[in-house]
């Protein structure tokens, strides 16, 4: 069965740099979310699309913006790349219509800035 | 004081030892996870739960909703088994964001 994809798996960058990260969700899933992961942290929420609207807003930075597209897919901009934003970015969807507590998990893109 | 806490933060133990990693959580939930996040980061979701148990090869989760607590039990813990176990919660309070433990790092001694 298809999974979430997301891509690149591995982006380095250097500070003040932008970066796209990009989520394909499980076909037919309505709902997706992006999460934050530091170095020995734990995940943050950071946005979260249903129906290509934003539905809920966590601990994204204003230099951070994110949509989703009408196939679903979403992408997470970065603009002005500090250290402090190297974490696993997950991506995660799920099918709110069906209950929506299942959330699948992408492999995540490890993004490094030097 | 955290929406869920999960213990113990770390656990060693022996190939074969029946290990228990415990999860609390404080808000109301639709559904809770158990998730395993190995050392490349990739998380592999385990269990989704409402209620009850549930019971996948050597992996067993079980849920009170009464008492807000759930447990995942390993039997026959094996070295593979090494890696972070966490309890996330459905919340019902903010559209299906899950709320994350901290995390259980399990190392499993040949």
């Not at chain 1, 069965?1 to 250097?14: C, D, F, N, T, Y």
């Not at chain 1, 734990?42 to 807003?57: A, C, G, N, R, T």
């Not at chain 1, 969807?93 to 507590?101: I, K, V």
Request: charge should be neutral.
């Amino acid at each position: 069965a298809a999974g979430v994809i997301q891509s690149p798996r591995h982006l380095i960058k250097e500070k003040r740099e932008t970066a796209t990260l990009k989520c394909y969700p499980i076909p037919r899933h309505d709902t997706v979310y992006w999460y934050q992961q530091g170095p020995g942290q734990d995940p943050q929420f950071l946005i979260s699309f249903y129906e290509k609207m934003q539905s809920d807003k966590g601990s994204i930075p204003d230099r951070f913006s994110a949509q989703q597209f009408s196939d679903y897919h979403s992408e997470l901009n970065m603009s002005s790349l500090e250290l402090g934003d190297s974490a696993l970015y997950f991506c995660a969807s799920t099918l709110r219509l069906n209950g929506g507590e299942t959330q699948y998990f992408g492999p995540g893109t490890r993004l490094l800035v030097l | 004081k955290n929406e869920v806490e999960q213990s113990p933060q770390n656990l060693t133990a022996q190939e074969g030892e029946f290990i228990t990693i415990n999860c609390s959580y404080s808000v109301g939930i639709s559904a809770l996870h158990w998730l395993q996040q190995h050392p490349g980061g990739g998380i592999v979701s385990l269990f989704m739960l409402s209620s009850g148990k549930k019971k996948h090869g050597r992996l067993i989760a079980t849920i009170n909703i009464q008492e807000k607590h759930s447990s995942l039990h390993i039997t026959a813990s094996h070295p593979r088994d090494s890696a972070v176990y966490i309890c996330a919660v459905v919340s019902m309070d903010s559209n299906y964001q899950l709320i994350w433990g901290a995390g259980t790092k399990l190392i499993i001694k040949p």
